[in-house]
């Protein structure tokens, strides 16, 4: 690999035909901004991701150049916000290949995007004894809203477990797509095995059955295209800063079939065309607007379409091509070490995601050793809770690869590891 020798960070583009690694790193300020960053082996993107400067700069430009409120102004500046906000709109609704960009709501984050299905659509729907089906692989972020719904209903959460291989055990569900399925939500990656679901079979399946299905796509974005018209999912949601996007944005797209059935949470400013003094006499603006309540946020929106971009002209195919090929790489050197458990499935590996934990130290100890090296990896339970109950385990170190990584973060990540077993020793 060529050695970056830039600080000056490049265009997307130009790093991208071919992949050229040292090129991506280089259109990331981080890594040129100070000793402590220059030397950092990032390894917690699953956690969130760095920014390259074409963010950086969109964001910056929407600050400097045309702050004004969205949707709200009639003066030029104004005019441009609302325009380029919904320009960025567009961009996610191509990013995602979705029919109208009437189904694509800006909000918080993935989180945010769930529990407004959760609570918006499926509550006032669903009846005492009613299932909604989860996996067991699924974040908080995916899990908590949909067992809060099932206690205020009476409805059961049923869970889809694992196979001993890491995967969803589809068969081992009974009764997934029966008649008393009122919801089924399940991530398309796992952020602590890293498994790829086969959501496009899920979906499809769902769909025959007509159970609204939701797809938690946080970890996908960047080694996934997806076109939620062929996914023909109902509800996907992800966040932009796991994507090179800025943090406190996200998106929920709700398919164009469903934009009548859920009810907005928020309510506030910018999502009515009419209120009086009675509730009843409200009207709600169109989708997407009647899901954005309060001040756009314009700054998030441009970075988020800008993350878009970079994403597109990495390209997400040749993006899962190098982190699989880092991921290998480590894959195959924590299997040296005796006393390593590794959590993620080696077929899986080309997620980038990589969980293990040490039988001798704790996961905690080890991230700190790593993070004193310069590695930064996650340790915890991963909000994921449920998950590591079925493995019987606390905590994992979890590692998660992303473009800007290189061979060399990996040769210091299991430098640390050695340097930590003759600490513990
Ligand atoms: C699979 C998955 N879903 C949902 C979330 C929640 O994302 P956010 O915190 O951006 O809302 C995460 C965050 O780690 C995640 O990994």
């Known amino acids: 690999m060529t050695p970056i020798t830039r600080a000056e960070p490049i265009a997307a583009e130009e790093a991208a035909v071919p992949f050229d690694a040292a090129k991506v790193k280089a259109c990331f300020p981080i890594f040129f901004d100070n000793a402590l960053t220059r030397k950092l082996s990032y390894l917690d993107n699953a956690a969130t991701s760095q920014k390259?400067?074409?963010?950086?700069?969109?964001?910056?430009?929407?600050?400097?150049?045309?702050?004004?409120?969205?949707?709200?102004?009639?003066?030029?500046?104004a005019e441009q916000s609302t325009q380029r906000y919904e320009q960025a709109r567009q961009t996610l609704t191509d990013f995602i290949s979705a029919k109208t960009s009437a189904s694509i709501i800006f909000n918080a984050s993935a989180t945010d995007g769930i529990n407004q299905i959760a609570k918006g659509f499926l509550l006032p729907r669903l009846s005492a004894g009613q299932n909604v089906w989860v996996t067991r692989m699924e974040h908080h972020a995916n899990y908590l809203p949909w067992l809060f719904v099932c206690d205020k209903a009476g409805a059961n959460l049923r869970i889809i477990e694992l196979s001993d291989n890491g995967e969803l055990d589809i068969d081992g569900a009974?009764?997934?797509?029966a008649d008393n399925t009122a919801m089924i939500a399940l991530s398309h990656t796992s952020n602590v095995l890293g498994t790829n679901n086969d959501v496009y079979a899920l979906c499809k399946k769902a769909r025959e059955h007509d159970i609204p299905i939701l797809i938690d796509a946080a970890q996908a974005m960047v080694t996934h295209s997806l076109d939620v018209e062929s996914l023909s999912?109902?509800?996907?949601?992800?966040?932009?800063h796991k994507m090179f996007g800025p943090t406190g944005i996200g998106l929920l797209y709700i398919a164009p079939h469903r934009l009548g059935d859920v009810q907005p949470l928020r309510l506030g400013g910018g999502m009515v065309d009419f209120t009086a003094d009675t509730f009843a006499q409200t009207i709600w603006s169109e989708p997407p607007y009647c899901f954005e309540a309060g001040s756009p946020n314009l700054a998030g929106a441009i970075g988020f379409a800008a993350a878009c971009e970079f994403v597109n002209a990495i390209g997400q195919h040749q993006a899962k091509q190098y982190i699989s090929s880092l991921a290998l790489q480590l894959y195959q050197a924590l299997l040296d070490f005796d006393r390593v458990k590794l959590l993620t499935p080696l077929k899986h590996v080309s997620s980038g995601i990589i969980s293990f934990y040490h039988d001798d130290i704790h996961a905690?100890?080890?991230?700190?050793?790593?993070?004193?090296?310069?590695?930064?990896?996650?340790?915890?339970?991963?909000?994921?809770?449920?998950?590591?109950?079925?493995?019987?385990?606390?905590?994992?170190?979890?590692?998660?690869?992303?473009?800007?990584?290189t061979p060399e973060d990996i040769v210091a990540l299991i430098t640390a590891l050695r340097h930590a077993q003759t600490v513990f020793a």
């Open 233 to 240: 999912c109902d509800f996907l949601v992800f966040s932009a």
């Open 174 to 177: 009974h009764g997934l797509f």
């Open 52 to 77: 390259p400067l074409s963010v950086l700069q969109a964001m910056d430009n929407a600050v400097r150049s045309y702050c004004s409120p969205v949707h709200r102004g009639f003066y030029p500046i």
């Open 364 to 405: 905690h100890d080890l991230a700190h050793i790593m993070g004193d090296a310069g590695v930064a990896v996650r340790a915890g339970h991963h909000c994921a809770q449920p998950l590591l109950a079925h493995f019987n385990v606390n905590s994992t170190v979890r590692a998660s690869i992303s473009v800007y990584n």
